[in-house]
């Protein structure tokens, strides 16, 4: 039979929302008795508890939050496939001075150069810093736009959007848009210069962004904005997907296909 007092905390801390404390103050019990530690010892390490699991689950709605599409990171970014890279000036990024300082970033080069990668790495540095990051594709972001201005909801997205510290806008460049489409783009990124930050990733160099935005007097204005303060990476090569995949190939007996498909492209 167990003893009533342990029945009692349980219900206690259940009440108070201490689900850590809850789960390990018997065993923390036992080794602070074993070791002879004082009461303020025992109530700091299960209060230590509770608060690395509440950081750790706010981190986790924080990312979740953010949707990134996939969650890549600066580990397993390999820094001398891309050797135009500033690798010291990406590690600087990561500890997110530019968001405070409301920089903008922006990734330009071919598909399959890191460029995904490296965004959401970034983004998942800012939630680990405390800060709102939500990650869009631009096509993703400007449908979503659309939809909320048709449901009169235009207001409420942007307000949303402003709470962000950091807006992730991939891709933009693939697709083009709608003249009202490229105005709510506009709007969006015009609207947090200087005071939040945006990081874009683009296949197309700044010259041809008149493409997405139609007309050059917009792309001017936007391109004004975005550069006035902005660390700017072209991360130009080949298409690390390819390489990999060229390489898987090479290893296998399909070595003419590999050469083939090497010449083709
Ligand atoms: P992009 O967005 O420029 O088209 P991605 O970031 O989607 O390219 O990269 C394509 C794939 O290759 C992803 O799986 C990504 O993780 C991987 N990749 C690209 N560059 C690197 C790199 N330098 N180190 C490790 N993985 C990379
Ligand atoms: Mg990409």
Redesign the pocket.
């Given at each position: 039979m167990s003893d009533p007092s342990v029945l009692l905390v349980k219900a206690n801390l259940k009440q108070l929302r201490l689900p850590a404390m809850q789960a390990e103050f018997e065993k923390l019990a036992r080794e602070a008795a074993h070791a002879g530690e004082s009461h303020q010892q025992y109530l700091l390490r299960l209060t230590e508890l509770e608060v690395a699991a509440r950081s750790a689950n706010v981190l986790r709605a924080r990312i979740k939050q953010a949707a990134f599409p996939?969650q890549?990171d600066l580990d397993?970014?390999?820094?001398?496939?891309?050797p135009g890279l500033n690798k010291q000036k990406v590690l600087e990024l990561a500890r997110g001075e530019w968001l405070e300082q409301r920089y903008n970033c922006c990734?330009i080069?071919?598909?399959?150069?890191?460029?995904?990668?490296?965004?959401?790495a970034l983004g998942l540095a800012a939630c680990r810093q405390g800060q709102r990051v939500r990650f869009f594709t631009a096509a993703g972001l400007v449908n979503r736009l659309e939809e909320a201005q048709q449901q009169h909801q235009l207001d409420r997205v942007l307000t949303q959007l402003d709470k962000t510290d950091l807006l992730i806008c991939?891709?933009l460049g693939y697709l083009s848009f709608s003249r009202s489409g490229a105005e709510l783009l506009f709007q969006v990124f015009a609207d947090r210069y200087e005071r939040r930050s945006l990081l874009i990733?683009s296949?197309l160099p700044f010259g041809e962004w008149g493409q997405v935005f139609q007309g050059e007097r917009m792309t001017a204005a936007l391109l004004d904005r975005l550069t006035h303060r902005c660390h700017i990476f072209e991360?130009n090569g080949e298409?690390?997907?390819f390489r990999?995949s060229m390489k898987a190939k090479k290893g296998k007996p399909g070595r003419k296909e590999a050469k083939e498909a090497a010449t083709e492209s």
């Open positions: 996939v890549k397993t970014f390999d820094f001398t496939a891309v990734l080069g071919n598909s399959g150069t890191g460029k995904t990668h490296l965004a959401t991939d891709e990733t296949n991360m298409s690390y997907r990999e």
